[in-house]
């Protein structure tokens, strides 16, 4: 087995989005090279409902898919598709926007800390146009894979015999939720074709065997190239979200909630989006 080495920390920023939602950006909007096919991280978690409430209202997406994992809390949302619903905690949201969604996602007042995740991943340039669906997972279905001193909550991908409910994903990435024992320390087989990314957000760990680099809550260690990755969770314990897909190497053209592969293609998105033709799929 080839182990993977640190390429880069990213340490996360603390960023107000949506009509006031603050949150922290792990990584969006830099080099997409980087974490490709992933385009944004953002980790949001506050026990002040102030910092949430106004949510984010109607907007527009096109051209990626958006996952929403609520560790804790409540967020209502609804579409231009006609579908409505709600987020609770445990659950993921995996959005595929395809040719174009209009939606909005409103978090509820929480007693307690509110507090989860919303990855963007990018769609291959065939599939920018797909048609939009939505996959809503309970918390139940969500299996998970045990180890020594480690276990795994599987939302997409599979690892160890053991498959998540998010299935026939376009790109088909890996996004798990790694909770580590106090002092445990344990090799994961990863697929080398893909880029890796391990984002901490409890206690403090480390990714490679020197134990050079502590990775702590808020921030993301991109791996380089190999086979598997090296864990050693700290005093404090370890856990990270792990996800890993294979580069889709291609143009991005992005602006805001729209992630095309060209400016024409993206002068084109917006320009329907302000004619009102930019909902290819309606509600039946």
Same mark, same amino acid.
């Given at each position: ?9 990213? #340490?996360?920023?603390?960023?107000? #989005? %949506? ?49 929403? =994992?609520?560790?804790?809390?409540v967020?209502?949302h609804g579409?231009?598709? %006609? ?15 395809g ?12 007693? %307690? ?10 769609l291959?340039?065939?599939?920018k146009?797909?048609?939009?669906? =939505? ?9 998970e ?116 592969n ?10 329907? =989006?302000?004619? %009102? ?8």
């Amino acid at each position: 087995m080839k182990e993977r080495k640190i390429k880069q920390i990213v #340490e996360g920023v603390v960023v107000m #989005e %949506g009509a006031g939602v603050k949150l922290k950006r792990i990584f969006g909007f830099g080099d997409t090279a980087l974490t490709d096919p992933f385009l944004l991280l953002d980790n949001f978690g506050s026990d002040n409902p102030a910092d949430y409430i106004a949510g984010f209202p109607w907007h527009p997406h096109r051209g990626i898919e958006t996952i929403t =994992y609520m560790l804790e809390g409540v967020v209502e949302h609804g579409d231009s598709l %006609g579908n409505s619903g709600v987020i609770k905690s445990g659950q993921v949201q995996w959005m595929t926007a395809g040719s174009g969604i209009v939606h909005q996602e409103m978090p509820k007042a929480y007693d %307690g800390t509110m507090r989860g995740f919303q990855l963007w991943a990018n769609l291959p340039k065939k599939h920018k146009m797909t048609t939009p669906r =939505y996959r809503d997972i309970r918390a139940e279905d969500m299996p998970e894979f045990k180890g020594d001193g480690f276990k795994i909550k599987l939302i997409c991908g599979d690892y160890g015999g053991v498959k998540g409910p998010a299935q026939d994903i376009i790109i088909e990435p890996w996004f798990f939720d790694v909770q580590a024992e106090p002092g445990a320390e344990f090799v994961l087989k990863v697929r080398p074709e893909d880029n890796v990314l391990c984002c901490v957000f409890e206690g403090k760990g480390w990714f490679d065997k020197k134990k050079e680099q502590p990775v702590g809550p808020g921030r993301l260690a991109v791996l380089e190239g190999g086979d598997s990755v090296f864990c050693s969770a700290s005093k404090e314990g370890l856990r990270f979200m792990l996800m890993a897909g294979k580069p889709l190497n291609e143009p991005v053209a992005w602006r805001g909630p729209i992630v095309m592969n060209t400016d024409s293609e993206l002068r084109k998105a917006f320009e329907e =989006y302000r004619k %009102g033709t930019f909902i290819k799929t309606r509600h039946q």
